[in-house]
């Protein structure tokens, strides 16, 4: 994977810490409304009983149905924190992909791009920068556990999305610790011929074309297929030739369904569907001249890009024994390769030059046995699962001789300084012949440019240099000279390499095998009371190599070997002690370099859940649920070390207390959630700059434990027949102890903290339906999104310089826009859109791999206006 993504914009990362226990501003008029309502909902007028699809001049508290607990039931009454998004929701907000709908789930927070997608449910977000690794909350697409760089799947013909909250350890097994995601897309219709072709064409290039085909074949068979195509030029201009332009888009998927009923009693579906996607690399733009732009970037990334080619096929058999008896089967096998090279410095300078590349292919076989049982008073699920992904992955960092000679320069400024005790003046450049010669003679004691003697490993015999060594590596210049003193050995301070690059490889391959079985029983005590109890073992096996850790020049390799034989001077990859200078990877306590390391373990754990579940009334549902998460262990695919020492697995136990109910006649609609999570061994992601990790800043993976409780909220309010209110939003507090750690600046972090409660954050949603006298229906959607940003000193990578950026720290308000017209057969749609129409954009903090020792921080900038066109046909 590729060693380093900046941290999500704050705007794209919704729900990180949100309160209303602070006055929410009067001044924004859904607030107000929503106020009004609650206060006086009996006063509102009746709402209408018409359905409410796309284009209907009304409004109603539909029901939706999930399958959050394997099996079919209203979300109202699922015992679990769950958030929905319906095809009427992706319409309204022209979502994507998952990193598209965090805004409107409270406690749900996406980035990270296509290939290495990062989801957070209550806070706790997937380490996942490293393939031995696995995330914390479990994807799955039409029941089938995906990989971490499959999860993006399209949101094409998609029935509805569900996230799951809180540990969802017995149905969803392991690595759904902090939650699961389910992605269930439409199944075939038997019965029915039908389809759609839309097009979503805006500003900046976009154009989404999607169609979709329900056909009968014949009165047991039918077929329904889906394709998508989305291209989208960017939104900031690259002013460097050739290289993309920030948010490039340009994909295409698609996926078949065949049902085949066989008999009254048993239908098999086969299905596939495809993924081509061609993106531009990770959209950054460089902290240049004291301020980040919005307009145009410096990316000289060398072929840049995210790519993926993946594919799945499958089958689902059901079958029905009886009226309580039923069993299910589903199969499934996915492949997929990516890469992601993208610019890690931002500059557009040779002399900082630094990019990343991840290449990864990885195929996965999922299987999945369930019997379900279904009577008045007991709904029983129990299953056994099966796993095995294979996966390989090669993770490159390139650098220019002129970036290996900008800090070559530094190292040797930190040479002089220590030798000379600052009488010497820094050097401006080792590539100007007379600042060569100053640091020549120092190293040795006055000889000439041609004297070598003084160089390479024979220095470490000097005493003086020796003691020089000491005191540089207390400076903090260890990392850089741990490597640079054979750079500067072998030439890399001579001119004549200009233009050439050195590549750093670390190599993966690794084979996953799980195995689960579980069983959840629900039993209906008494018409009011039901008791749910569920249990699950799951297992994992890991297989885990790393090779080629020593780095080498991509040009002339062989002749430089000699020229340094010659001199009788050891060539960098020679050199049994030497570490990439670059890259991260730590060799101490391993014994073996520039050859494969392997390592294995397996580990299990049983996790499960207990739920009180009490209806107040037929419209009124309140729950108490003990459940326990897991997250299987692991390896760091950058740190050899942990072939020795594995990550530990993460063991979460939450306690949970909800209420969800429709109040007002069936006017406002209320699910709240209080939960107390307790999280051992948690493993979280940082960059770091640590001077005992040879090479410059870098992801690592720490862990710790964390305490998080907090509350989440969800009203629907429909105060008349053409008027609709929505609001989310959620608090939470986390008090965590981490190991202590360097940052991207070289700051130490401590790594105990608390999350303050006194951030605000909210989505605040208008849909009116005008009852207007006029051929089809209209519909207006308002989205507002407001997120209270708190930059300080305490913030990972903050420097005050930053305080200089545009916006930096100021809180996020985004305004959404839709209007939609329908004809009266539905048949025809047409609308407008506007996207962030104040033109609203920020930044994160700046930082990155080059932002210490190259001083080249770099951040996302959010998307500025976004306006088009829906036109939709039905048929």
């Known amino acids: 994977m590729t060693l380093y993504r900046p941290a999500p914009v704050q705007p794209l990362s919704r729900f990180q810490s949100r309160s209303l226990l602070q006055p929410l501003p009067l001044s924004q008029p859904l607030v107000l409304a929503i106020a009004l309502a609650i206060s006086s909902g009996a006063s509102a007028d009746t709402a209408s009983d018409s359905p409410g699809p796309t284009g209907?001049?009304?409004?109603?508290?539909?029901?939706?149905?999930?399958?959050?607990?394997?099996?079919?039931?209203?979300?109202?009454e699922v015992p679990i924190a769950i958030g929905t998004f319906s095809p009427q929701d992706m319409e309204n907000t022209g979502a994507l992909v998952l990193d598209d709908i965090d805004d409107y789930i409270p406690g749900f927070d996406s980035g990270g791009g296509l290939t290495q997608a990062r989801f957070s449910i209550r806070g706790i977000e997937s380490a996942n920068i490293s393939s031995g690794g696995d995330a914390s909350v479990a994807t799955f697409y039409d029941g089938v556990y995906l990989p971490r760089a499959a999860t993006t799947i399209a949101f094409s013909d998609m029935e509805r999305i569900e996230i799951l909250k809180g540990p969802q350890g017995t149905l969803a097994g392991r690595n759904a610790a902090a939650g699961s995601i389910n992605m269930v897309p439409n199944q075939p219709l038997p019965d029915s011929s039908e389809g759609f072709i839309q097009l979503k064409a805006g500003n900046y290039g976009l154009q989404r074309w999607e169609g979709m085909l329900n056909l009968p074949l014949a009165d047991n068979l039918a077929l329904r297929a889906n394709l998508l195509s989305n291209n989208f030029d960017g939104y900031i201009d690259n002013q460097l030739p050739g290289g993309s332009d920030i948010g490039e888009q340009d994909n295409l998927t698609g996926r078949l369904a065949l049902l085949w009923q066989l008999s009254d009693s048993t239908e098999l579906q086969l299905n596939y569907d495809f993924d081509d996607t061609d993106n531009g690399p990770a959209a950054v733009s460089g902290y240049r001249q004291g301020k980040v732009s919005f307009d145009e970037a410096y990316n000289d990334v060398i072929d840049g890009q995210e790519t993926r080619d993946m594919y799945s096929a499958g089958l689902r058999l059901n079958h029905t024994f009886d009226d309580n008896w039923t069993l299910g089967w589903w199969a499934n096998h996915r492949e997929l390769d990516t890469t992601n090279r993208q610019d890690e410095d931002?500059?557009?300078?040779?002399?900082?030059?630094?990019?990343?590349?991840?290449?990864?292919?990885?195929?996965?076989?999922?299987?999945?046995?369930?019997?379900?049982?279904?009577?008045?008073?007991?709904?029983?699920?129990?299953?056994?699962?099966?796993?095995?992904?294979?996966?390989?992955?090669?993770?490159?960092i390139t650098s220019t001789a002129e970036t290996a000679s900008t800090l070559a320069t530094q190292v040797a400024n930190g040479l002089l300084d220590a030798l000379s005790g600052g009488t010497i003046p820094a050097l401006d450049h080792l590539w100007n012949p007379a600042d060569w010669d100053t640091l020549f003679g120092v190293l040795t004691g006055g000889g000439s440019p041609g004297d070598f003697a003084g160089l390479g490993i024979p220095a470490y015999s000097n005493a003086e240099y020796q003691a020089a060594l000491g005191g540089i590596y207390g400076a903090g210049y260890g990392p850089l000279l741990?490597?640079?003193?054979?750079?500067?050995?072998?030439?890399?301070?001579?001119?004549?390499?200009?233009?050439?690059?050195?590549?750093?490889t670390v190599s993966n391959t690794g084979t996953f095998t799980n195995y689960g079985i579980y069983a959840d029983i629900d039993i209906a005590v008494t018409d009011q009371w039901n008791l749910i109890f569920?249990?699950?073992?799951?297992k994992d096996e890991k297989e885990f190599s790393w090779g080629n850790p020593l780095s080498t020049m991509a040009s002339n390799i062989n002749a430089e070997r000699g020229y340094y034989a010659s001199l009788g001077i050891p060539f960098v990859g020679d050199i049994p002690t030497a570490t990439n200078f670059l890259s991260p990877l730590s060799l101490s306590g391993v014994g073996l370099v520039n050859s494969q390391v392997t390592a294995a373990d397996e580990w299990s754990k049983t996790t499960g859940r207990a739920v009180v579940q009490y209806h107040i009334n037929e419209d009124l549902m309140s729950f108490l649920s003990y459940s326990t998460g897991y997250t299987s262990g692991g390896f760091d695919s950058f740190v050899l070390n942990s072939s020795i020492t594995p990550l530990d697995p993460e063991d979460v136990a939450n306690i949970e207390?909800?209420?969800?109910?429709?109040?007002?006649?069936?006017?406002?609609?209320?699910?709240?959630?209080?939960?107390?999570?307790?999280?051992?061994?948690?493993q979280k992601s940082v960059t770091s700059a640590d001077p005992s990790i040879p090479g410059l800043a870098a992801p690592i993976i720490i862990s710790g434990d964390e305490e998080i409780d907090g509350w989440e909220l969800s009203l629907t309010w429909v105060p008349t027949r053409s008027l609709q209110l929505s609001m989310v939003t959620t608090m939470r507090n986390s008090d965590s102890e981490y190991e202590n750690y360097i940052d991207a600046q070289g700051n130490l972090s401590d790594?105990?903290?608390?999350?303050?409660?006194?951030?605000?954050?909210?989505?605040?949603?208008?849909?009116?339906?005008?009852?207007?006298?006029?051929?089809?229906?209209?519909?207006?959607?308002?989205?507002?999104?407001?997120?209270?940003?708190?930059?300080?000193?305490?913030?990972?990578?903050?420097?005050?310089?930053?305080?200089?950026?545009?916006?930096?720290?100021?809180?996020?308000?985004?305004?959404?826009?839709?209007?939609?017209?329908?004809?009266?057969?539905?048949?025809?749609?047409?609308?407008?859109?506007?996207?962030?129409?104040?033109?609203?954009?920020?930044?994160?903090?700046?930082?990155?791999?080059?932002?210490?020792?190259?001083?080249?921080?770099?951040?996302?900038?959010?998307?500025?206006?976004?306006?088009?066109i829906d036109a939709r046909y039905n048929f």
């Open 751 to 868: 790594g105990s903290s608390e999350t303050p409660d006194t951030l605000t954050a909210y989505t605040l949603s208008l849909d009116w339906a005008p009852d207007f006298k006029l051929p089809g229906n209209l519909n207006l959607h308002l989205d507002y999104v407001f997120n209270e940003q708190d930059f300080g000193p305490d913030s990972p990578n903050y420097l005050p310089e930053y305080e200089t950026i545009e916006n930096f720290g100021d809180d996020q308000k985004i305004l959404n826009a839709r209007l939609a017209w329908s004809s009266e057969d539905e048949h025809y749609l047409l609308a407008l859109w506007g996207k962030n129409l104040l033109d609203n954009q920020y930044t994160g903090i700046p930082g990155g791999l080059t932002a210490s020792d190259l001083g080249t921080a770099h951040t996302q900038v959010s998307a500025p206006l976004t306006w088009g």
């Open 482 to 504: 741990n490597g640079y003193h054979e750079v500067l050995a072998a030439g890399w301070v001579n001119s004549d390499y200009a233009g050439s690059l050195w590549t750093e």
């Open 657 to 682: 207390w909800g209420l969800k109910g429709d109040f007002f006649d069936n006017r406002l609609r209320t699910q709240f959630s209080y939960f107390k999570m307790d999280y051992k061994n948690r």
């Open 56 to 76: 209907s001049p009304g409004y109603t508290l539909e029901e939706l149905i999930v399958t959050a607990q394997k099996r079919e039931q209203s979300s109202m």
């Open 346 to 396: 931002g500059t557009g300078s040779v002399y900082t030059y630094l990019d990343t590349d991840n290449i990864e292919s990885s195929e996965i076989t999922y299987t999945e046995l369930q019997l379900n049982y279904n009577s008045d008073r007991i709904n029983f699920v129990g299953g056994l699962t099966y796993s095995r992904e294979n996966k390989s992955q090669d993770t490159h």
């Open 534 to 538: 569920g249990l699950r073992y799951s």
